[in-house]
């Protein structure tokens, strides 16, 4: 793993990013939690890439909220291109 930042999909979409702060602490500082809304989908960036690992391994595939919890290495925002089409 190369990254502190993580994905974590199959969220409701009444989740709160206060909500996924404060189950992730238990394994680290959580330096950024944004949650992607009516997505089902979010990211959580940890302090460190060793919490970040702990995190994953211990929550993926965990219920959260009556769902089964997705969480993976997030991976880079892929550039835009600047053709739109109409």
């Known amino acids: ?7 974590v999909g199959n969220l409701t979409y009444s989740v709160t990013e206060a909500q996924l702060k404060e189950i ?3 394994f ?5 939690v944004r949650v ?3 997505k089902g989908f ?11 690992e702990k995190a994953m ?3 993926n595939e ?9 969480i993976d290495e997030a991976r880079p925002q ?3 291109t600047e053709y739109r089409r109409y």
């Not at 793993?1 to 994905?7: A, C, D, H, N, V």
């Not at 680290?28 to 950024?32: A, E, F, L």
């Not at 965990?62 to 997705?70: S, V």
């Open 42 to 52: 979010g990211f959580v960036e940890m302090g460190t890439v060793e919490e970040a």
């Open 57 to 59: 391994e211990a929550l």
């Open 1 to 7: 793993m190369e990254s502190s930042k993580l994905y």
């Open 62 to 70: 965990t219920e959260f909220e009556g769902r089964t919890l997705r």
């Open 36 to 38: 992607i809304e009516r």
């Open 78 to 80: 892929r550039p835009r």
């Open 24 to 26: 992730f602490e238990d």
């Open 28 to 32: 680290g500082d959580v330096k950024d």
